[in-house]
């Protein structure tokens, strides 16, 4: 029994000086942490942005609820945007699979529309950019 005794005191006598030494170790850890702090320069905190929804911003929104209003946006914009993302895989294959149906002359046919389309929406672009330069 003085032995099981011995051996139990030996290990509360190393988990004690462990534990001093690791309260040490923090503690100066946090010394150093604090003389860091006091070193830097304070950190601009950014204001949390997002935008509110429509209407939102009329009803007299306090800035918790705007925090929380944004929390809940962020949430569910990683979700959407995941979705968003098999949308456009899903339209991409429906349009391949719907230009395979057309025959050679109706390809080449399309080809020309889209890009007299696309050459019309550049020259739109560059007579807006004009408009307002």
Do not use: H
């Amino acid at each position: 029994m003085n032995q099981r005794f011995a051996s139990m005191i030996a290990v509360a006598g190393i988990a004690l000086a462990l534990g001093s030494q690791i309260s040490v170790e923090s503690t100066v850890g946090q010394e150093k942490a604090a003389e860091k702090e006091k070193a830097a320069p304070a950190k601009v905190v950014k204001k949390p942005r997002g935008r509110l929804p429509q209407y939102y911003g009329q009803v007299g929104i306090s800035s918790k609820q705007r925090q929380g209003i944004y929390d809940v946006q962020a949430v569910y914009g990683k979700q959407i945007a995941e979705l968003q993302k098999q949308i456009n895989v899903l339209k991409e294959k429906q349009n391949a699979e719907v230009v395979a149906v057309l025959t050679p002359e109706q390809k080449k046919k399309l080809d020309e529309l889209l890009a007299a389309a696309k050459k019309a929406a550049e020259e739109r672009r560059s007579r807006s950019k004009k408009k307002t330069s």
